[in-house]
C-alpha cells in the first residue's frame, strides 16, 4: 500500500488501489480534496494562504501554497494522472480553515482561505459536497482511493468521516 504525504503549499494525486493521501496539521490552511469516481483519482492540496499575490515568486515554485494557483495546478495534475479526457464528475471535500493562532481574529486567515477556495470552486463549476472548515482545532487527513473515504483527526477528538 502506497503513502503520499503532503506538507505545506504540496499537492499530489494517486489512483493506485490501496493507495491513500494525507495532510497533516492544518491550522488555518485548508485541504482541498478533489476525488473522481469514475477513475478513482484523487487529487489533494494543503493550501497556507489565499492569493498568491502575496509572492508570485514563492507561486510559481510551490503553486499549492496559495489556494487561487493551488486549486488549477491540483486538477491539472489530476488531468496528466489520468487518461486525458478521461476524468468524470469531481466531488469535492474540503477541511482546515480553523482560527488557531489569530486568537484576536486580526488576519482570519483560515476564513479568507475558505472563502477563496469556495469562489475559485465555483468558477470551475465546483462544490464541496462536505466540509469541516472554521473552528479552533487542527486537523489531519487521510484520503482512501479505494473508498473514497476522508478521515479527519483532531488531537482530543474523535475521529471523523467526511
Keep these: 500500500m502506497g503513502k503520499l504525504t503532503l506538507g505545506i503549499g504540496e499537492a499530489g494525486t494517486i489512483n493506485k488501489p490501496g493507495e491513500i493521501i494525507e495532510t497533516l496539521a492544518l491550522g488555518s490552511c485548508v485541504a482541498i480534496i478533489l ?19 502575496l509572492n508570485r515568486e514563492k507561486a510559481e515554485k510551490l503553486p499549492g501554497y496559495f489556494v487561487d494557483t493551488g486549486i488549477p495546478y491540483v486538477l491539472k495534475l489530476m488531468k496528466n494522472l489520468v487518461a486525458p479526457n478521461t476524468l468524470g464528475k469531481i466531488i469535492v471535500k474540503l477541511a482546515g480553515g480553523a482560527c488557531v ?21 465555483w468558477k470551475y463549476r465546483l462544490g ?19 473508498s473514497g473515504r476522508v478521515i479527519l483527526k483532531s488531537p482530543g477528538l474523535q475521529d471523523k468521516e467526511l
Design 128 to 146: 464541496a459536497i462536505a466540509e469541516d472548515v472554521g473552528g479552533s482545532h487542527s486537523r489531519s487527513v487521510v484520503v482512501e482511493v479505494d
Design 35 to 53: 476525488m473522481d469516481p469514475k477513475t478513482h483519482c484523487v487529487g489533494m492540496v494543503h493550501c497556507a494562504l489565499p492569493d498568491s499575490k
Design 101 to 121: 493562532a489569530d486568537k484576536n481574529k486580526v488576519f482570519n486567515i483560515g476564513k479568507r482561505n475558505i472563502l477563496t477556495t469556495k469562489k475559485l470552486l
